[in-house]
């Protein structure tokens, strides 16, 4: 049926190369939606025009399906994949209700063939502005900065500069410098080292966020260690040992999520101080919504209470920080298993390539998830749609030779 399909629109002589053009298209549709969740995500108020989120939907199932029609040598494994993949996503979006999984399902498929650095390239360009557009917005006052006191004395002062949480304008700032490191790659310099952990510094300062300014504090380390030959990449990644290591880290991570919410308990002294102090309260929310929820094939609508977008909380407070908690109690087990599977596959691709500094994005992605929620927003997280996408090492090998000759144009001056 598609073979018939691509011959039919073969035969309208149509000169413009719709697969050719077709990267340029999909990371045109990728900032639109990137953008606009970002601003969902920010104190602005702004009136979007009526059916606006409808239409890009729609705008961007018709791409997808129109590139991956005219796609060239396309193997039935990848169409099965892809089968699975939307089966999976488009029965947890009508059982869960969660519109965003089908924004993130056009963005897996359509990646289909885009190198994953021009991906990359456009999310950094899309926070860029819209976190400094954001930040002056807090500062001047048309978008609201919301201040948050917390401790026993209110000593914790945590800002959040017009994004709608502290911790989120953190997650912003931490996926950012992932993004940033996996395209400068080995070619990052001390000075940019420098900035990177200045950033995180002040972050931390503003928003009091630990968890991701100890990722960050590890991503900076460890790029520092890359930097000066002291942790070469390729060299860890020939050992078996470290190559085992690195595929499991999905599996061990969402494991011990599970597994230690599933057994908290507050007679448990070790599970209580936990609870109390490092996890702040996760736990206990996360055993609350296993308990009155549980996990479901494909999930279901769980409504939460937390403090995003304002100061003031009505109600109970309820909120799934994990991201595997969340993900297997809202958008189902099937669902929650293929999302583990994506990190296996991604660091798969990684370990092939050679790419290091990726498979250590991925692996601190997914430690970050076992205390926040980002893992499957992929207006924070740009990993998570890069199942189909060009991971080729070619671009970066042609950066390598470009930074050579630059090298060289400068030792001879």
Request: proline share 1%.
């Amino acid at each position: 049926m598609i073979k018939d399909m691509k011959t039919r629109i073969s035969k309208l002589n149509i000169d413009f190369d719709f697969e050719a053009y077709w990267e340029i298209i999909y990371l045109i549709l990728l900032a639109f939606f990137v953008g606009m969740r970002f601003l969902l995500s920010t104190m602005f108020t702004i009136y979007w025009p009526k059916y606006f989120y409808r239409t890009l939907t729609v705008i961007g199932v018709v791409l997808v399906l129109l590139h991956l029609m005219m796609a060239k040598d396309i193997s039935k494994k990848e169409i099965a994949a892809m089968l699975v993949v939307t089966f999976v996503f488009m029965m947890s979006h009508y059982v869960s209700r969660y519109d965003f999984l089908v924004d993130l399902l056009i963005l897996i498929l359509g990646a289909y063939r885009v190198n994953f650095r021009n991906i990359l390239k456009t999310y950094i360009a899309v926070w860029s502005v819209l976190l400094v557009v954001t930040i002056i917005g807090a500062m001047m006052g048309l978008a609201e900065n919301l201040v948050y006191y917390q401790g026993e004395s209110g000593e914790r002062v945590r800002m959040a500069l017009g994004i709608c949480y502290p911790t989120d304008l953190a997650a912003y700032v931490a996926f950012l410098m992932f993004a940033y490191v996996c395209v400068r790659d080995e070619y990052i310099t001390y000075l940019e080292i420098g900035v990177m952990a200045a950033l995180a510094g002040a972050v931390y300062y503003v928003t009091d966020a630990r968890t991701d300014f100890v990722v960050m504090i590890f991503m900076i380390l460890i790029v520092l260690l890359t930097k000066k030959k002291i942790l070469y990449n390729e060299k860890m990644l020939e050992k078996d040992a470290v190559e085992k290591m690195i595929y499991a880290v999905p599996i061990i991570t969402c494991s011990i999520s599970l597994w230690i919410t599933s057994i908290f308990d507050y007679g448990n002294d070790i599970l209580f101080k936990l609870n109390e102090g490092f996890a702040s309260s996760r736990l206990s929310l996360g055993k609350q919504a296993i308990d009155e929820y549980g996990i479901s094939l494909f999930g279901q609508h769980v409504y939460e209470k937390g403090y995003g977008g304002t100061t003031e909380l009505t109600g109970t407070y309820f909120f799934m920080d994990s991201s595997y908690i969340s993900i297997f109690i809202k958008y189902g087990a099937l669902f929650g298993l293929l999302i583990v599977t994506l990190n296996i596959k991604l660091l798969k691709d990684g370990y092939k390539e050679k790419w290091g500094l990726f498979c250590v994005s991925i692996i601190l992605i997914c430690t970050q998830s076992m205390m926040e929620h980002h893992m499957i927003q992929y207006w924070y997280n740009p990993f998570i749609i890069c199942f189909f996408c060009d991971m080729n090492n070619d671009i970066r090998m042609k950066i390598g030779k470009m930074n050579s000759k630059i090298l060289n144009l400068n030792q001879n001056i």
